[in-house]
């Protein structure tokens, strides 16, 4: 079956860097596409940022310039790289797969990893 793994969340100070990884196994990773969204308490889940193929990336407004999405289809990995990183971006942040196509409303989910960011 389908499984992503994230990795490399944890605490940090405002204006400091984090990668995250997700490593995805049981699909053909690169013919989907690959997201990262996050969910702060209280919130509803949003999209932070997506990369179809190799170059296809999109961003929320929030974070343009700030966060970087990547992959590397070797790995089965994406990447998500945060720069300047605020109190507001303290979330659980999930790694999605969509099927070739579809929305992420149809995306298979990891199990999220908890980035906090203290002022």
């Known amino acids: 079956q389908v499984q992503l793994v994230e990795s490399g969340g944890g605490l940090v ?3 400091d860097s ?3 990884s997700c490593v995805g196994s049981g699909l053909p990773f690169s013919t989907y596409a690959m997201g ?3 969910q702060a308490p209280g919130k509803e889940r949003e999209f932070v940022a997506g990369i179809r ?3 296809d990336r999109t961003y929320a407004d929030s974070v343009k310039g700030r966060f970087t999405i990547s992959r590397d289809n070797a790995k089965n990995t994406v990447y998500l790289r945060m720069n300047s990183l605020k ?3 303290t979330a659980v942040y ?3 797969a969509a099927p070739p196509g579809s929305a992420w409303e149809h995306a298979y989910w990891g199990q999220g990893t908890q980035v906090t960011v203290s002022s």
């Open 13 to 15: 100070q405002a204006g």
């Open 18 to 20: 984090l990668g995250l």
């Open 36 to 38: 990262w969204f996050r």
């Open 53 to 55: 193929w190799i170059s």
């Open 87 to 89: 109190p507001e971006d």
């Open 94 to 96: 999930y790694c999605a």
